[in-house]
């Protein structure tokens, strides 16, 4: 049993890290993928091309379209000479200010000052923001213009954000990205790796030596574990060390995740690969999973906008778990009923998987 | 070494849904045999060899190999016989030495134990390069060898080979037959599959299979005895074959088969006072040789036999 195990591991070890595109995968996507999706997976919406219509001698609406690029979230684009609608549908704007025909300030002065604004719809998210700023700067330019403060209200909100206060977007992002990336390779190398040997005929040699199932499930599977857990350190560091990801949940703690979360996966991969006939059916198999766990995990989308119908998905997804194991522990220094609620779903999941794998696994080519 | 016979198969079949692969297969070889499955692809005789190896699970009928059966799920069975898979059983990307380590470790050898096997059988198919060498850059006929030291590390009682001469050249395939004989003077008993009728010729047994069928066993004389009881003649026209002499010979009651064999022609006659009626017409430049029937001359009437 030992010995097998050993030289199964021996031998997982030298055929991955002897593969050029093995290390890639291992080594190199990750951190490109951290990289690319930590910057660009960013849900703040910045440089919205907002078009702004007026008459050139209309000073009061060019005040107002300059406090909007003044905010910061909007970048002017050049309306001369062309309708409105046309610039938002050929996507020059994302969004349009039209003012009215008479004059800004006249329609304002007789208590009518009604400006429009085309808003691109097609990106719900990108839409929501632009209405949402346009509204604050519409009321602080009103108060401003009316020459008086800005009204104090009688109570206000005191807001404070903790745990990431400068709300960046990587720290929120980060963590989302290290369950992914673990996820994917994971679920590639190992949908890969009993796939491959079949394809190449070693399975059979390995099926003609006297073993017993488990043993040769955990020659197979063992290695990427090792492999896996390796990974999600590598993510971690590499999280802390350029996006500032603070650590601050104990280690054992996000061990323990890792460890449940790979075996899963692991359990997953090795499921495809009991049903792929080869790599090419066990790599599509590997991203039939991977697509939906990955959108319906909160990593980019949040679970609680999902419809009810698709609630059941997100509970038997166990990157979600991983994901809220992995910002809970990193980013608050893992809370107790948090960490028992997310541990056992995955631990859960694990033994499910590992046993439907187990359960699927031949040793015969029939 | 216990009495029982290598290998006994009753009435072994396997079917894949409705495709009968192999049908009602029964042949017993004995300890030290080199044994040969010959026939086409799709024969049969991988998958004969796959279900004794415990790799195929039979859909009907028996096997007892090296004395055990199959009661246990074949472990005990997987313990005695080392098995040699038609595609290549090693692994490229690995070192010679990693591939050795690895086999030593699936059948869980103990280190020191592994390592005098390795040498023993590096002896046996005279390899002599280091260790670290890539198997990826051996060249074929080395390569074939070393599986079966592979397959042969844990010192089996019966080395199952599964064409293990394909694609290799014809000098490695002459050096691999001089190693599976010095296999059986070790006193291994070598169920070989072949293709090739100059391989079969080799074998002390021959099965023939032909669509999941058994359809002749024994040893290449004795098929021969037994498809041609009596003589055959090679005949040379000495240039393209006269249609009506052929026409009438065709028709004789004597004649057993005729084949054409490149410009030649091979006659096997029921006998002899046959052979001489039915050649007495023999055209005056033509030439005639008693010739020994070939294995492919038993594999054409044999085959054929049935497709007629």
Not at chain 1, 274 to 288: E, R, V, W
Request: charged letters at 20%; proline letters at 5%.
């Amino acid at each position: 049993m030992k010995r097998t195990l050993l030289a199964f591991i021996r031998k997982e070890f030298a055929q991955v890290l002897r593969d050029p595109r093995m290390k890639l995968i291992l080594f190199v996507m990750p951190m490109l993928q951290m990289t690319v999706f930590g910057l660009a997976l960013s849900s703040e919406i910045k440089n919205i091309k907002l078009a702004a219509v007026y008459a050139p001698s209309d000073a009061a609406a060019r005040r107002l379209a300059q406090r909007f690029t003044a905010s910061g979230w909007f970048v002017p684009v050049a309306a001369e000479g062309r309708a409105p609608e046309d610039l938002v549908v050929s996507g020059a704007a994302d969004a349009a200010l039209v003012f009215p025909a008479g004059g800004f300030a006249r329609e304002a002065a007789r208590g009518c000052g009604g400006v429009q604004l085309l808003v691109d719809g097609t990106s719900v998210t990108r839409a929501r923001s632009v209405e949402a700023y346009a509204r604050a700067i519409f009321a602080a330019h009103a108060a401003a213009e009316a020459g008086l403060p800005a009204p104090a209200a009688p109570f206000g909100f005191d807001v404070r954000i903790i745990y990431n206060p400068e709300m960046e977007s990587p720290v929120f992002m980060v963590p989302g990205v290290m369950g992914m990336i673990v996820c994917l390779v994971t679920i590639i190398l190992t949908s890969m790796s009993l796939t491959r040997e079949r394809e190449l005929g070693t399975f059979e040699t390995i099926v003609s030596a006297p073993l017993e199932n488990y043993e040769i499930l955990l020659g197979k599977t063992l290695p990427y574990i090792v492999l896996g857990l390796a990974n999600a350190a590598l993510v971690i560091a590499a999280g802390f060390l350029i996006f500032g990801v603070p650590v601050k949940g104990e280690l054992w703690r996000l061990f323990s995740a890792a460890l449940a979360f790979v075996i899963t996966t692991v359990s997953v991969g090795t499921l495809i690969s009991t049903i792929s006939k080869n790599q090419q059916q066990a790599m599509l198999g590997g991203f039939i999973f991977l697509f939906p766990a990955v959108l319906m995990s909160g990593i980019m989308y949040p679970v609680e906008n999902m419809p009810a119908l698709l609630k059941p998905v997100v509970y038997g997804n166990p990157l979600y778990y991983f994901t809220t194991l992995l910002r809970n522990i990193l980013l608050k220094g893992g809370d107790q009923s948090v960490f028992v609620f997310n541990m056992s779903a995955l631990a859960a999941m694990a033994v499910v998987t590992g046993a439907a794998a187990y359960n699927r696994f031949r040793q015969t080519l029939n | 070494m216990t009495a029982a016979p290598a290998l006994e198969v009753k009435g072994l079949s396997i079917k894949f849904g409705d495709f009968t692969a192999v049908d009602d297969v029964s042949f017993t070889v004995e300890r030290g045999e080199i044994f040969g499955f010959l026939g086409a692809n799709g024969a049969g005789k991988t998958t004969t060899i796959r279900m004794l190896c415990g790799l195929l699970v039979p859909t009907s009928g028996s096997a007892t190999v090296g004395g055990l059966d199959f009661s246990d799920g074949g472990k005990g069975i997987k313990g005695k016989v080392g098995y040699m898979s038609q595609k290549f059983t090693l692994y490229t990307d690995l070192t010679v030495g990693e591939n050795l380590d690895f086999a030593a470790g699936l059948r869980k050898l103990e280190p020191a134990y592994a390592m005098r096997r390795r040498k023993e059988l590096f002896e046996l198919i005279a390899f002599d390069s280091p260790l670290s060498t890539m198997v990826s850059s051996l060249p074929g006929g080395v390569k074939q060898e070393l599986s079966l030291a592979a397959a042969m590390l844990h010192d089996p009682e019966i080395v199952f080979l599964d064409e293990p001469t394909a694609g290799v050249s014809p000098a490695s395939r002459a050096r691999f037959w001089a190693l599976i004989r010095k296999v059986t003077a070790l006193g291994k008993t070598v169920i070989v599959t072949t293709h090739y009728m100059d391989e079969a010729e080799q074998c002390g047994r021959i099965a023939l299979m032909r669509t999941g069928k058994l359809i002749a066993l024994g040893s290449p004389d004795e098929l021969k005895a037994s498809a041609f009881p009596g003589p055959m003649a090679e005949l040379d026209f000495n240039g393209p074959a006269p249609e009506g002499f052929l026409e009438s010979l065709k028709k004789n009651q004597g004649l057993l088969e005729l084949s054409p064999q490149g410009m030649r022609w091979h006659a096997a006659f029921r006998d002899k006072a046959a052979m001489d009626a039915a050649l007495s017409s023999l055209p005056a430049a033509a030439a005639r040789t008693l010739i020994k029937p070939s294995l492919e001359d038993v594999f054409i009437r044999l085959v054929e036999g049935i497709e007629r």
